[in-house]
């Protein structure tokens, strides 16, 4: 806020989000569900690893895992799920434990990972991530093993239900916009710049008094409520939960969408899983359908090459020549001429 008028940044977040709003009266349902509700959602997961990378400096391969905390207490709990292993609790109280549940998985890997950084951390949350796989690929009692646990089919908004592809899309992208409003607002708090500083120079913030290892166990909780988020809304979008969604692979994606997208700011969470969504729907038809891998991997590598900050970093070197072009002017770029000669002219 300037002088009491809204930033650019914040009338283009405003702008964005009328237009995405409006969106679904201009796209086919499949598009509109398929490739951006399912972009959304993936997002918020991925969006819970940027903000860990961006204002914490820690990079964790776990997110996965919080999400799939929040999809297998959700199954667990909820009627109608197949096969229904408690049962009878409605959504409006599954989902707050669903929730809760992914809130402490990620305090749990936070005070686990605490004392790690670097390649140390990374190796840590990954076999948390691949232990809950094999755990409950093992369970029968709870999860069902290798099955998994169907026909978790959401709530009902207004009485309809929530694959309705108008329902699926506004839940996703009004979670995705208050979960976006949220980091936005926790990085500006004390607590938030706290977390920057711990990320740029921890020794010092502990010498200021601030307790280090809390504040990066409570932003591992933060990232695992925002991750049970995202998890719930995948369980809901494949109409269930397995082993198989939250195995190294689509581990391995969420970090593919962060970097595709830039770890530079939270948007690029949602650019990069955008971009991912389109090329693993279309890339069987573009390319070789035994093959289609091969060129989301390509892909992958082109953007991590061409631009290290991904889709974000790219935009902002495209954008940067024109900015400069504005600030050029005789009150920036060059003093008045008042007729008096340069000293090296004399």
């Known amino acids: 806020m300037s002088g009491g008028r809204p930033s650019p940044a914040a009338l283009a977040s405003v702008a964005l989000l009328a237009a995405l709003a409006l969106l679904p009266l201009l796209i086919p349902p499949f598009w509109t569900a398929n490739i951006f509700g399912r ?79 670097g390649i140390y951390l990374l190796m840590i949350t990954l076999a948390l991530a691949v232990g809950f796989h094999l755990f409950a690929q093992a369970n029968i009692a709870w999860f069902n093993g290798y099955e998994g646990i169907r026909n978790v089919v ?46 740029d120079n921890p020794r010092r913030v502990s010498a200021l008094g601030y307790d280090a290892a809390l504040h990066r166990i409570a932003a591992f909780g933060l990232a695992g409520f925002i991750a049970g988020c995202g998890g719930l809304l995948v369980t809901f979008y494949n109409i269930g939960i397995s082993p198989g969604s939250i195995g190294l692979g689509p581990t391995v994606n969420v970090l593919v969408m962060c970097v595709i997208g830039g770890l530079g700011h939270p948007i690029g969470a949602f650019v990069g899983a955008l971009v991912f969504t ?69």
Do not use: H, W
């Open 39 to 117: 972009a959304f959602v993936y997002g918020i997961v991925a969006m819970s690893l940027t903000f860990l990378a961006t204002y914490g400096g820690f990079v964790s391969l776990a997110q996965t895992m919080m999400g799939g905390v929040a999809g297998y207490v959700a199954a667990v709990l909820v009627p109608d799920s197949v096969p229904s292993l408690v049962g009878g609790v409605p959504y409006a109280a599954a989902i707050p434990v669903a929730l809760l549940a992914a809130t402490a998985s990620g305090l749990l890997v936070g005070a686990v990972a605490v004392r790690t950084q």
């Open 278 to 346: 389109l090329f693993d729907t279309f890339a069987a038809d573009i390319y070789d359908r035994d093959r289609f891998n091969t060129l989301v991997g390509a892909v992958f590598l082109l953007i991590v090459l061409v631009s290290p900050d991904g889709v974000l970093g790219l935009a902002k070197r495209a954008v940067a020549p024109l900015r400069g072009r504005r600030r050029v002017g005789p009150a920036a770029g060059a003093a008045p001429n008042t007729g008096a000669p340069l000293a090296a002219e004399e």
């Open 154 to 199: 959401g709530p009902e908004v207004f009485g309809l239900p929530f694959r309705n592809t108008f329902v699926f899309y506004y839940a996703a992208l009004g979670s995705a916009a208050l979960l976006y409003a949220l980091v936005l607002y926790v990085v500006r708090t004390p607590f938030g710049l706290v977390l920057q500083g711990i990320r």
